[in-house]
């Protein structure tokens, strides 16, 4: 066993990660190098001093050359030895091998993930709190791309390509002078050249690994492969579902890594997923018990050339933002209903992050959403059962008519104190039964419904409070308002059970009150 060398702070800042690639030992291995807890060989401890005495050589010529001390990690991806990146030498010499050795006989993919293979380690590089910021918002990966050999025969073959070079209605001597602009549905304008989008599909294609939590040089090359597949639909004018993840608070996989839903799959926050997505040093421990991601398409399309006009898109993509909300509302909804009367809080979105092949924009956005909860809902594979029977309900149903009050119940969970909650969650109430006029009513609608003993004066308390807020003498407590708020939320969730389970038809009924308060559905088990 050799001596450890001296690891400066700012080497071990920069991850264990690069370590484990470099000496080709596995990540835990590369913590514990970090860590001086584990034996090295003698070529492991040289090759580790190369490494140590690389990053001081650029940290201190950055310095001497009047630039910041974080500067040298824009000089390490230059660092080539006979065309090749000195991580990629250093590993070779450790006897690891690049995952370049795929099978396919397309030429584009077949040099593109060979490319792929000599870059995946300058994605290694942890430089700061933030480091997708540092490969993401730099354009020295434009720079570091074109010393690789294989760069100029991928630009060539993208120039060959029948699909990708539609995207280049430019032509010019040098490759970022081969270009083209694009627009999409949303409104975003981009410009793709040669040069840059070998960069953007690889960046996207680090993001999307890194998102679903299994990191590795193999499968950063797999999905480069299959967002180079998306970017070739997309140029040849086809519609694509582009990965979409969605991150939701309040609730958490316990004993399950992944839950395959109506809607998409499922994760529970990893370490690694926690700290890649939600960005935040603060927020990673504890979010591994409170909070889960969903995995699913957007449709997606792009024009370039001519720009069409927004009425000029496929419906199906004119449709996605919509599609995002309702499945948004029903993971929201199926939640509900499925722990109904065992959590105040609502399992809701906080962050939706969607990856095209050509933006270097980071398009991920957090939402203005509910409080977290210090109880989050602990969901564990004997919940899987009510969960896929909630989901079914909520997909399978005509609910179009009852979709008002959900988003009316959402929009109240954010703010539970305020007069506007209590007025959203009257709205929801009245939306339920169709009460254009009068909540009064729902009272006699409601013994057909509640089969445990419920206080039915809770409706004419709203039916006072609604006058009283509509009128500006509405004066209760932030406290007292929660609580009617809260209230008022689980009586709408369980006439939502009755009517998902006993009624579903009912909820498409303009006279569904008038029905309620004349049969009782629940013991005729009839279909309005």
């Known amino acids: 066993m050799m001596s450890y060398p001296a690891i400066p ?43 140590i005495e690389l990053c001081r050589q650029l940290r201190v010529s950055a310095v001497d050359q009047g630039e910041s001390e974080q500067s040298f990690f824009y000089r390490l991806p230059h660092v080539m030895q006979n065309g090749r990146h000195v991580f990629n030498v250093w590993r ?17 993919t077949s040099a593109f993930c060979q490319l792929a293979g000599e870059l995946y ?36 073959r993208m120039a060959a390509d029948p699909a990708l070079s539609r995207l280049f209605t430019t032509t010019g001597k040098e490759p970022q002078q081969t270009c083209g602009d694009y627009k999409d549905a949303t409104g975003h304008r981009g410009m793709v050249s040669l040069a840059s989008l070998p960069v953007s599909i690889l960046v996207n294609s680090y993001d999307l690994m890194r998102i679903r939590g299994v990191v590795s040089a ?28 969605v991150g939701f608070r309040n609730a958490a996989l316990t004993n399950l890594a992944e839950l395959d839903t ?46 069409l006009e927004d009425d000029d898109w496929p419906e199906e993509v004119l449709d996605a933002e919509g599609e995002q909300q309702t499945t948004e509302l029903n993971i929201i909804l199926c939640m509900a209903l499925c722990y109904l009367g065992q959590h105040k809080a609502f399992v809701a979105p906080e962050w939706v992050w969607r990856i095209d092949p050509f933006s270097l924009d980071n398009r991920r956005q957090d939402f203005s959403t509910v409080a977290e909860t210090s109880d989050p809902v602990a969901i564990g594979d004997e919940d899987l059962v009510d969960i896929e029977r909630c989901s079914m309900l909520v997909d399978d149903t005509d609910s179009s008519g009852i979709r008002l009050a959900m988003s009316r119940l959402y929009a109240a969970a954010k703010k539970p104190v305020t007069q506007d909650a209590l007025m959203d969650v009257i709205i929801a109430l009245r939306n339920i039964f169709a009460a254009s006029e009068d909540i009064v009513p729902i009272k006699a609608a409601l013994t057909h419904i509640i089969e445990q003993e419920t206080d039915l004066a809770m409706i004419d308390q709203l039916a006072e409070d609604w006058r009283a807020l509509l009128t500006g003498e509405f004066d209760d407590d932030p406290e007292t308002i929660r609580e ?45």
């Not at 070779?92 to 584009?108: H, K, S, V, Y």
């Open 121 to 156: 380690p300058l994605f290694l590089i942890k430089a700061g709190q933030r480091p997708h910021l540092f490969y993401r918002g730099a354009g020295y990966l434009t720079a570091a791309i074109e010393q690789f050999p294989i760069s100029k025969l991928v630009q060539k």
């Open 484 to 528: 009617k708020v809260y209230q008022c939320v689980q009586l709408c969730l369980t006439c939502l059970r009755h009517f998902y389970v006993h009624a579903p038809t009912l909820m498409t009924r303009p006279d569904r009150l008038s029905y309620l308060c004349e049969y009782d559905v629940t013991q005729s088990n009839e279909n309005p």
């Open 262 to 307: 109506k809607w998409g799959s499922v994760r529970r926050y990893t370490p690694g997923i926690a700290e890649y997505v939600l960005q935040a040093a603060g927020l990673m421990a504890k979010r591994r018990n409170n909070g889960f991601m969903l995995e699913s398409g957007y449709a997606f399309a792009i024009n370039f050339g001519d720009f």
């Open 218 to 245: 193999d499968r950063f090359v797999t999905t480069v492969q299959e967002m180079l597949d998306m970017a070739r639909s997309l140029a040849d004018g086809e519609v694509a579902h582009i990965p979409m993840f």
């Open 92 to 108: 070779a010499q450790q006897g690891g091998e690049l995952a370049t050795r795929i099978t396919t006989a397309d030429p584009l």
């Open 9 to 51: 702070h700012f080497v071990k800042a920069m991850g264990h990660r690069v370590v484990s690639y470099i000496l080709n030992v596995t990540e835990a291995e590369g913590r514990l190098i970090l860590m001086q807890k584990l034996g090295l060989s003698r070529i492991q401890r040289d090759t580790l001093n190369q490494y």
